[in-house]
């Protein structure tokens, strides 16, 4: 497949995309997003508008608001896409315990569409909303 430069300069196939990740998919997290393979490429550390809910064992977004959490944009293969698809438990008719959904990320004079999971709205009832925006931190407190 013919290569052409991404957004962050660096050659990619065109089937190749972006997700933004917040929770236990970041550096160092249970789940580290590094482990998948072919091995995701970190392009930037970033942070969107969104509220970020404590669930006990990982964090869930809600997208938009006042609030901003931070996270992770990494460049993805379409096999660590379908990868992450199960592991949130994506569904396709929206009912699974995260939703794909696709934001733009400004990071510098950069701008990348990422795809990231939402938290399902039913999952948040009486849960603790991070205050920090950062599940790293957040955790690194227990």
């Not at 550096?27 to 969107?48: E, F, K, Q, T």
């Not at 669930?55 to 901003?68: E, W």
Request: glycine content about 10%; some cysteine; overall charge negative.
């Amino acid at each position: 497949m013919p290569q052409s430069p991404d957004s962050d300069g660096a050659p990619h196939t065109r089937a190749q995309r972006h997700v933004f990740v917040y929770g236990t998919l970041r550096r160092g997290g249970r789940n580290d997003i590094a482990r998948l393979r072919p091995a995701p490429v970190h392009v930037a550390d970033a942070s969107i508008a969104a509220t970020l809910y404590d669930l006990g064992a990982y964090p869930g977004a809600v997208l938009g608001g006042q609030r901003r959490i931070v996270g992770e944009i990494y460049r993805i293969a379409p096999q660590v896409e379908a990868a992450l698809d199960r592991l949130e438990e994506v569904a396709d008719d929206d009912s699974g315990e995260y939703i794909r959904r696709h934001v733009v990320v400004d990071v510098g004079a950069q701008r990348f569409e990422c795809l990231v999971y939402e938290i399902h709205p039913a999952r948040i009832g009486g849960r603790a909303v991070i205050d920090s925006g950062d599940w790293i931190a957040h955790t690194a407190g227990r």
